[in-house]
């Protein structure tokens, strides 16, 4: 079974979510279990997390992600911004397990003129002292590839095995490779040769067992730029045959695959259709 799927909206209460994929023949969604763009995270009373069960359960969705908010920093050297990140990111771990989710997306930052070194190893710290806090009940940490843009670390698959070397419980971790952002980084996946390339080079590091997650993203910027421009599938620099690659490789075949893209004009539903047709599921 294909699962495939977008980030979906919660407004108006986390559970509505599935109804939104549903609509959309939804597989697999990914949320934000609170606003991306503030510290306080939404409180989940026991009934909500009754509400959204039951709607799951109810749904044709079968995986469901989170995503992070947009201010942690685990590697930052600011120790109040550190110890915020910290203590947001274990709440948001308590949180998605409270929701019964398999998977918390989340990017590797630091401060922008950090040696990469410190900022990396500072994340490993971070994540070692936010499981030492939370005991693993089902939620794994997902590291996101990013574009490298501002003070995101993990734009190389070396970086990403580095963090997970420095980390003691590292069954707890897998990683989601971005489309875009690989793109944005460098890995020329436009091309047969540079997606077999960028495999392989996964493969080699992090290897494909952590692969957990899939963000389906074209790219408005060009190859290299570390700029994070997310573009509707095919109508960006990767391209269409790009996706094709990636929907019928075979050892992606179980990876969750979700939309990032614009929601304008209902284009998820143009964006989902076109992957179904390329994966040769209409
Ligand atoms: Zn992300
Ligand atoms: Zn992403």
Known sequence: MLLLGAHMSTAGGLHTAFDRGEALGCTAIQIFTSSPRQWRGRKLTDADVREFRQAWDASSCRVCLAHDIYLTRLGTRDSAILSRSRSTFAQEIRTCQRLGLSGLVMHPVGDTDADEDAVLARVADSLNAVFDEVPFEGTQVLLETTAGQGAN??????????IIDGVEQDARLGICVDTCHVFAAGY????????????SELEATVGLARLKAIHLNDSRKPLG??????????????GEAAFERVMRDRRLAKIPKLLETPKENDMDAVNLALLRKLAGKK
Request: hydrophobic share 35%.
């Open 153 to 162: 670390v993990g734009y190389r698959f070396e970086q990403l095995a580095r």
């Open 188 to 199: 020329d996946i436009s091309g047969k040769t540079g997606w077999r390339k960028m495999m």
């Open 225 to 238: 730029s570390r700029v994070d421009r997310h573009a509707h599938i095919g109508r960006g620099e990767i």
